[in-house]
């Protein structure tokens, strides 16, 4: 079993920072990709960012792109989602997952097999 924990989350200002972070325990997930998803009130749960394990490949989606970095600490058992130049558009729950992907072409195709419970970010204009 692995157990995903996701910290860091509040309250900020448009154009403000927040790190959050994911913090596995048990397996843990130093030989899997990880993602950040997130999901705002009444949307569907939408991916955000993923690290592969080695922290050499990166991607984001369009609507961070440029403002949000992922990264990890293996040694940690953790990754963190800095997120720069926010944006009210950016509030919602954001969760991590450990991520099984089949390659990294794109579009990237994926299965998540275990999920944190989510930490709130919130953006006021």
């Known amino acids: 079993q692995v157990r995903l924990v996701e910290s860091g989350g509040g309250l900020v200002q448009a154009g403000g920072s927040l790190r959050v972070s994911c913090a596995a325990s048990g397996r843990t997930f130093t030989y899997y990709a990880v993602g950040w998803f997130r999901q705002a009130p009444g949307k569907e749960r939408e991916f955000v960012s993923v690290i592969s394990w080695k922290g050499d490949i990166t991607y984001y989606s369009d609507s961070v792109k440029g403002r949000f970095t992922i990264s990890r600490d293996n040694a940690k058992n953790t990754v963190y989602l800095q997120m720069d130049t926010l944006k009210p558009e950016d509030t919602a729950v954001y969760y991590c997952?450990?991520?099984?992907?089949?390659?990294?072409?794109?579009?990237?195709?994926?299965?998540?097999?275990?999920w944190g419970q989510g930490t709130q970010v919130t953006v006021s204009s």
């Open positions: 997952a450990r991520l099984l992907l089949r390659d990294w072409s794109l579009p990237l195709k994926y299965e998540a097999d275990y």
